[in-house]
């Protein structure tokens, strides 16, 4: 009899396969050693859309809401049947008498595996392997402790009822205010809180005033004093006046020794922060990048809420941190590597899955042969690593007051006296080749000279320095992760919460808040401007037609919070269905009609000629300047002039492209330009318009299959 492995990605089901001795290629799996080895290449199962419930679906109409599936439909993804097939012939297969869920430890990893056990309609026994390393070892290891699926129950539960939940807030929410202004809204359970925390600071940005301030300053020769920052310019070039070629005298002179405790460990959200920092890399690149690593062995599992690692693990732990620091440039063979491993261990404080650090793989690795981005995230979690366990770093501050006729002026400055692990990573952030900052304290910390009280500073030169009140910044995917990850605590904590359980409640999870960004770029509601996430006039109005409950980033933490105690047993999955849907259908009474306020908002364009029937809801396209459009704006359908598709071909939609494309669904065109062979050609286009609400019209090409002449071809 067989074990049947059921990973989440061909090239970890591969890994899996070489450690068990799978080493037969069969065609969507490997056999081998009583194993057989397969994978659900992601999502291969999902939910139904509306339309598999009623054919009534398949149009947006207020009086079909709310759509609140009693029983659950499924369907198999697009384009991804074949694997699907066979899976379900490997799990119904009589050869096998246990299978084991080998795809990601955490909630998603196991919704792709129950999605497709349950539809394939297999009923064996589930063993589950939970490792947070691709290793060999940590792989022999999980299966030499496989659990019983039973026990992730409670995982399955969570993960189904985000799911689900996203589905019914997401599809009632996205129609009924498309339905309302006439117009394609993505609303989100998430992604909506999210967008109004960007649409808000932009407000107050736009909002404030800036107004300048006036601080006197002495320079004393070797050093800088600053005196009292102040609104009145007048009375800042009083002082000025009266000091200028003076005499002042330190009155006193304080100097306290202070230190800095090594960091944490990277945790998914943390470690994508500091990577957008450095890098600018977006959230989504970091965890690709990690992931990649990941499944390449050379760092543990990405997808982790932890910044700890676990008591099992000290004794490994100096000898990887040697390791680490081999391949960081920065500090090879430089200095001696101190490993306090007791600073990094807290089993209290990991829970599904340790902190992300590299791998003793990492030894042998080619890592000039890996992509410049894994390179970098890569280096970022050796480096912490050798950080989080080094010694205090320890410095002096001192600070100096001092009076000139009668105005007090103070200057600051620190000395290192002990670099410990910021010598470290100021070490290592040195050979950054697109470094955006330094974290500021240590190597650009003024110093002061050696200054004593009583010390006269005579004929001091005084000026006054002129700033301005600065706005809030726009947010990055640095500060929006932060904001994310800490959403509604404030207002948790003034209600009584512990400030411990209110850390752990925020929009999204460490896994899926990359996904929230992404989707809010992608929809047209925020847009990357450099570094920074600004939201789109499409997205500020979004935003204004939106109740509260739909932008409320504590009720949606709430939410999450909610989620992690079904995760945890502590709350059935049909309770807290039942508050999404209580919520869901009075959204939808609550919201009948548009606001009047906020139609000006979604001004409808004059539409012009009527020019074919739209493929994706049956109602009438027009032309317009910009393209052909769809009357109906809920539907969202439109072919656009400066299609990208048609202009890397030099060719135009025109309005007897776009005619026949609406009637035949295809157009044979000729003279298209080839950007490869710099040749043209001629083939037929074919639309594949996507589905009611769909953001994108995309294309193809066939080509005619040429007739072959009189001459031989040989």
């Known amino acids: 009899m067989y074990t049947l492995v059921v990973a989440e990605k061909n090239s970890v089901g591969k890994a899996i396969a070489t450690v068990l001795g799978a080493r037969k290629r069969k065609d969507g799996y490997m056999e081998g050693g009583g194993y057989i080895v397969s994978w659900c290449v992601g999502h291969l199962v999902e939910l139904a859309q509306p339309d598999a419930y009623d054919e009534k679906y398949g149009k947006w109409r207020y009086e079909d809401l709310p759509i609140i599936p009693g029983q659950w439909k499924y369907t198999v993804t697009s384009g991804k049947k074949k694997q699907l097939d066979v899976l379900r012939r490997l799990m119904n297969d009589k050869r096998v008498d246990t299978i084991v869920n080998a795809c990601d430890a955490g909630r998603e990893g196991e919704l792709i595996f129950r999605f497709v056990y349950n539809y394939c309609g297999c009923n064996q026994p589930i063993q589950r392997l939970w490792i947070s390393s691709m290793e060999d070892a940590a792989i022999r290891e999980g299966f030499d402790r496989l659990r019983p699926g039973a026990d992730y129950d409670s995982l399955y539960a969570a993960a189904l009822c985000r799911s689900q939940a996203d589905y019914i807030v997401g599809i009632n929410a996205t129609r009924l205010f498309s339905v309302l202004y006439h117009e394609t809204l993505n609303v989100g359970r998430v992604q909506s809180p999210t967008l109004a925390m960007l649409v808000e600071r932009e407000k107050v940005i736009a909002a404030f005033i800036k107004e300048p301030f006036y601080t006197p300053e002495l320079d004393c020769g070797t050093f800088t004093a600053s005196g009292e920052k102040s609104k009145d310019s007048a009375g800042a070039e009083s002082v000025r006046a009266a000091c200028d070629g003076k005499t002042a005298a330190a009155v006193s002179v304080k100097r306290q020794e202070k230190s800095a405790a090594p960091p944490k460990l990277y945790d998914l959200t943390t470690l994508q922060r500091e990577a957008n920092r450095l890098y600018g890399y977006t959230a989504q690149q970091t965890l690709d990048y990690a992931q990649s690593l990941y499944e390449k062995k050379l760092a543990t599992y990405p997808r982790t809420d932890s910044r700890f690692l676990t008591e099992d693990m000290a004794a490994n732990i100096p000898v990887l941190v040697n390791q680490a620091a081999l391949i960081l440039p920065g500090i090879r063979g430089k200095a001696a590597i101190i490993c306090n491993t007791e600073q990094v261990i807290n089993n209290a404080k990991v829970t599904d899955h340790h902190a992300n650090i590299p791998t003793t793989e990492i030894r042998g690795a080619d890592l000039a042969a890996l992509p410049a981005g894994e390179r970098d995230i890569?280096?970022?979690?050796?480096?912490?690593?050798?950080?989080?366990?080094?010694?205090?770093?320890?410095?002096?501050?001192?600070?100096?007051?001092?009076?000139?006729?009668?105005?007090?002026?103070?200057?600051?400055?620190?000395?290192?006296?002990?670099?410990?692990?910021?010598?470290?990573?100021?070490?290592?952030?040195?050979?950054?080749?697109?470094?955006?900052?330094?974290?500021?304290?240590?190597?650009?910390?003024?110093?002061?000279?050696?200054?004593?009280?009583?010390?006269?500073?005579?004929?001091?030169?005084?000026?006054?320095?002129?700033?301005?009140?600065?706005?809030?910044?726009?947010?990055?995917?640095?500060?929006?992760?932060?904001?994310?990850?800490?959403?509604?605590?404030?207002?948790?904590?003034?209600?009584?919460?512990?400030?411990?359980?209110?850390?752990?409640?925020?929009?999204?999870?460490?896994?899926?808040?990359?996904?929230?960004?992404?989707?809010?770029?992608?929809?047209?509601?925020?847009?990357?401007?450099?570094?920074?996430?600004?939201?789109?006039?499409?997205?500020?109005?979004?935003?204004?037609?939106?109740?509260?409950?739909?932008?409320?980033?504590?009720?949606?933490?709430?939410?999450?919070?909610?989620?992690?105690?079904?995760?945890?047993?502590?709350?059935?999955?049909?309770?807290?269905?039942?508050?999404?849907?209580?919520?869901?259908?009075?959204?939808?009474?609550?919201?009948?009609?548009?606001?009047?306020?906020?139609?000006?908002?979604?001004?409808?364009?004059?539409?012009?000629?009527?020019?074919?029937?739209?493929?994706?809801?049956?109602?009438?396209?027009?032309?317009?300047?910009?393209?052909?459009?769809?009357?109906?704006?809920?539907?969202?359908?439109?072919?656009?002039?400066?299609?990208?598709?048609?202009?890397?071909?030099?060719?135009?939609?025109?309005?007897?492209?776009?005619?026949?494309?609406?009637?035949?669904?295809?157009?044979?065109?000729?003279?298209?330009?080839?950007?490869?062979?710099?040749?043209?050609?001629?083939?037929?286009?074919?639309?594949?318009?996507?589905?009611?609400?769909?953001?994108?019209?995309?294309?193809?090409?066939?080509?005619?299959?040429?007739?072959?002449?009189?001459?031989?071809?040989?």
């Open 378 to 714: 890569l280096l970022m979690l050796a480096a912490r690593l050798v950080c989080a366990v080094g010694e205090k770093h320890t410095y002096a501050e001192t600070v100096v007051t001092l009076d000139c006729e009668g105005h007090s002026f103070t200057a600051k400055g620190k000395a290192v006296l002990h670099g410990g692990w910021k010598a470290v990573e100021y070490a290592c952030r040195a050979t950054l080749k697109n470094k955006a900052d330094n974290d500021g304290d240590g190597e650009d910390d003024k110093t002061l000279p050696d200054i004593s009280e009583g010390q006269a500073f005579e004929n001091v030169r005084a000026s006054v320095k002129e700033g301005f009140t600065s706005p809030p910044k726009s947010y990055t995917e640095d500060t929006l992760l932060k904001a994310m990850e800490s959403a509604g605590a404030e207002d948790m904590l003034a209600g009584g919460l512990r400030a411990e359980a209110a850390e752990r409640k925020g929009l999204g999870t460490p896994a899926t808040r990359a996904g929230i960004i992404e989707k809010l770029v992608k929809t047209g509601s925020v847009e990357r401007r450099k570094r920074l996430l600004i939201p789109t006039e499409k997205g500020k109005n979004l935003i204004a037609v939106l109740p509260d409950k739909l932008k409320s980033p504590q009720l949606t933490a709430e939410w999450e919070s909610r989620l992690q105690e079904v995760g945890r047993g502590a709350l059935s999955g049909d309770d807290f269905m039942a508050g999404i849907a209580d919520m869901t259908r009075k959204l939808v009474k609550d919201n009948a009609a548009p606001n009047p306020e906020y139609l000006s908002l979604f001004a409808r364009p004059a539409l012009g000629d009527i020019i074919g029937v739209c493929p994706r809801c049956g109602g009438a396209v027009h032309e317009g300047k910009k393209g052909f459009f769809c009357g109906d704006r809920a539907c969202g359908f439109a072919l656009w002039r400066d299609n990208r598709f048609f202009t890397a071909k030099k060719k135009e939609i025109t309005k007897t492209v776009a005619a026949a494309l609406l009637k035949e669904g295809r157009v044979f065109m000729s003279g298209l330009y080839s950007e490869k062979t710099a040749k043209t050609y001629d083939a037929v286009v074919v639309m594949e318009p996507g589905d009611k609400g769909a953001k994108y019209v995309n294309f193809k090409l066939e080509f005619p299959v040429k007739k072959m002449g009189g001459k031989n071809n040989g």
